[in-house]
């Protein structure tokens, strides 16, 4: 092995294994910022896709026009840069406002030009490699690059979050581009100094060789935009419903590179016959499990389903699109441009387009279809067996994502879709009994609340997890009798917990999804019923508290959810000693920790012996004749009379500490060792 060859791949496996560890650590970084929202990691998806569009778009234009001067100055720059986002204080007050600028312009602040310089790295160093040595287009330097992807991906989420701080993790990141930068301007030195341009022998070589049709040029877009649509959609899918973390991002993103290594290093790992059998398979199988609307999986299960489901299609996109890739090393560049270019289509067709466009999220759906309408494409020439295969799969397709609007659309009387979420609001007559109208809000497959509408009585009546023995309703109801109280809610949903409201009484709400107040006030009546006086406060809370002077809650609520996510800038030291700047003397925090994937228990008894406070687990059990659900809650508070009530201590119990865990914080925070598989 050649010292050049050494150089190369070192420098080609340092920038693809920094590129995809900053990914996740700038990422959480932006996750407090926007009320832990699951659409953040989906919108920095599409800012990374775009940006690696334009890396590798200057590739393109630097093996055209050799600018060395220009691509030193540039990795100086970048150098900088990440030693400033490393070292240096974040602003970015008033996120929660504007959610896709905010990602946008925060990533392109702090790690815009060192990934705009790491993305380069691959194809500009291969076009280097085959001027200096071999005059061909060395292809398995791409499947080099993505298995040091693949490395930083398995390591972010099992070596360093559970164990480094996010500063320590910029700053170790920090000096691993410096490191790069050192390597890559020797690199730009060695291929200045060298001949430039292709050999003789390689120019004679090439002349003979065909240009790519424009049907190849074609799918070289068209192949990985299907690939990462299936991405997106099933990250998206994942977050929303299970937890908004680095290991759901990463799971579906290491699928998504072995798929590129298999196609570029291993062409023939699983024959084309075979791949398209077990994509149909699989489009089907999910296809089913779509139309089941109201069924959900457990945790392993559905990880393992739609992890199989993306190996298996992006296998077959990268694959196909490796068969049609160019023979002339003039073209290779143009190659990965198109590559890059359909990979920020696809996601931002997932991540940003169908959020604007559909009230319903038909994302899965939607990606199946495209994914069999690609197939049919690609397997045209085959046969009018794979056509006549691949044209019933796509009708079918068809047919399953007008029956999914369908089913959506069915008793429903709101459907709205943001960044926050996909809120819906179905309405049910006859339910629970004759004469009565059930209305419910979901957010996603989770339920927000609802809302029987029959007598006076049933109407005000708290409902889902807000039942008056619920953990919520035991603190609502005895934390201050006697006299007026004053109540803090984080995250509004349908109102519910306004139910409890007396006169005298003053109940705030903080709710960051614009969405949701207009719903709650016009479509529910907990609000309006209320002998409270109820407040709406826009924005995340963790923001508008921090701004408010002490508002002396006798209780505040932390219920806030997106989908079944976690936000967990809400669940660390720091939140909890805000809490308490809120708090009155002897007021009661009480979070809502119902969640089918991860058991917050042992965190938050943590975070209660940390502030000083003592927590109680209260578990109620559902009742459907009135709406409601089984629920777990944990009170914390050092109100030692309170937590003394018979009321109270009849139905609590002392939390169960998991030995080494560590305290969330700002800096650190990991639900890795919380979830139940």
């Known amino acids: 092995m050649t010292r050049s060859r050494v150089l190369f791949g070192s420098a080609i496996f340092l920038a693809s294994f920094l590129l995809f560890l900053v990914e996740p650590i700038a990422a959480k970084q932006l996750l407090p910022v926007l009320g832990g929202s699951a659409a953040v990691w989906i919108t920095c998806l599409v800012f990374f896709q775009m940006a690696l569009l334009c890396a590798y778009l200057y590739a393109h234009w630097l093996t055209r026009h050799p600018q060395w001067n220009l691509h030193f100055l540039l990795l100086l720059a970048a150098a900088a840069l990440a ?3 490393a070292t240096g204080s974040l602003d970015t007050a008033h996120g929660s406002e504007r959610p896709l600028s905010t990602i946008f312009v925060a990533l392109g602040i702090w790690i815009g030009l060192p990934f705009l310089m790491l993305g380069a790295t691959s194809p500009l160093l291969q076009v280097w490699w085959s001027r200096l040595e071999t005059g061909g287009i060395p292809y398995r330097l791409f499947a080099l690059s993505n298995l040091a992807s693949l490395l930083a991906l398995g390591i972010y989420p099992t070596a360093i979050e559970p164990y480094f701080t996010l500063h320590t993790q910029r700053i170790v990141w920090c000096c691993g581009f410096v490191l790069f930068a050192l390597l890559s301007a020797a690199l730009t030195a060695k291929t200045r100094s060298a001949a430039s341009g292709l050999p003789q ?3 004679e070589d090439e002349a003979g060789l065909p240009p790519a049709s424009l049907r190849h040029k074609l799918l070289w877009l ?4 299907g690939a990462a649509m299936q991405l997106s959609a099933v990250t998206s899918y994942l977050t929303a419903n299970i937890a908004a973390i680095p290991l759901l991002w990463i799971l579906p993103l290491a699928t998504y590179l072995i798929t590129l290594i298999l196609a570029f290093q291993f062409p023939r790992f699983l024959p084309r016959g075979f791949l398209t059998r077990l994509l149909i398979v699989m489009l089907a199988s999910l296809g089913y499990m779509l139309s089941k609307t109201e069924v959900s999986l457990p945790l392993r ?10 190996l298996v299609s992006c296998l077959f996109c990268h694959s196909e699109a490796y068969a049609l890739r160019p023979r002339r090393s003039s073209e290779s560049t143009l190659f990965y441009l198109l590559f890059a270019a359909g990979g920020a289509l696809g996601s931002f067709l997932i991540g940003i387009a169908s959020p604007l466009l559909f009230s319903f999220n038909y994302d899965l759906a939607l990606t199946f279809l495209v994914t069999a ?10 046969g009018w067996s794979q056509r006549l295969l691949w044209s019933v799969a796509g009708a079918l397709l068809v047919l399953l994502v007008f029956m999914i609007d369908t089913v959506s659309q069915r008793d429903t009387r709101l459907a709205v879709r943001n960044f926050y979420g996909n809120l819906r609001v ?4 006859g339910y629970p009994g004759p004469g009565d109208t059930l209305r419910t809000l979901t957010n996603g497959t989770i339920q927000h609340g609802t809302q029987i509408f029959g007598t006076d009585q049933l109407r005000r009546t708290p409902t889902t997890y807000y039942a ?3 953990g919520g309703g035991l603190a609502m109801r005895f934390c201050c009798e006697g006299r007026s109280r004053n109540i803090g809610v984080i995250g509004l949903g349908a109102g519910t917990l306004a139910a409890y409201g007396r006169p005298g009484d003053r109940i705030r709400f903080y709710e960051i999804n614009p969405a949701v107040a207009p719903i709650a006030q016009n479509l529910f009546t907990y609000i309006r019923d209320s002998g409270a006086q109820v407040t709406i406060v826009d924005g995340d809370a963790r923001s508008s508290l921090l701004r408010e002077a002490p508002q002396q809650f006798d209780v505040l609520v932390v219920d806030a959810f997106s989908g079944d996510a976690i936000p967990l800038h809400l669940l660390t030291a720091q939140a909890v000693a805000l809490y308490k700047k809120h708090l009155a003397p002897g007021g009661i925090l009480a979070f809502h920790i119902s969640n089918q994937h991860v058991d917050l228990e042992p965190p938050i008894a943590l975070l209660a012996k940390d502030a000083g406070m003592k927590a109680l687990r209260i578990a109620s059990f559902s009742n459907e004749a009135r709406g409601e659900f089984s629920s777990t809650w944990m009170l914390v508070s050092d109100n030692a009379a309170f937590l003394t009530r018979p009321e109270i201590a009849g139905h609590a119990y002392l939390p169960v500490l998991k030995p080494g865990l560590r305290l969330w914080t700002d800096d650190y925070s990991s639900l890795l060792p919380v979830l139940r598989w």
């Open 222 to 225: 068209l192949l990985p935009m």
């Open 468 to 470: 008056e023995d619920s």
């Open 83 to 85: 030693i400033a986002w």
């Open 426 to 429: 179905r309405q049910t007559i």
């Open 201 to 203: 022998a390689a120019r």
């Open 373 to 382: 309408l690609l197939a049919l494409a690609v397997t045209w020439t085959s």
């Open 301 to 310: 299960v559905s990880i393992l389903f739609f992890l199989v489901e993306v």
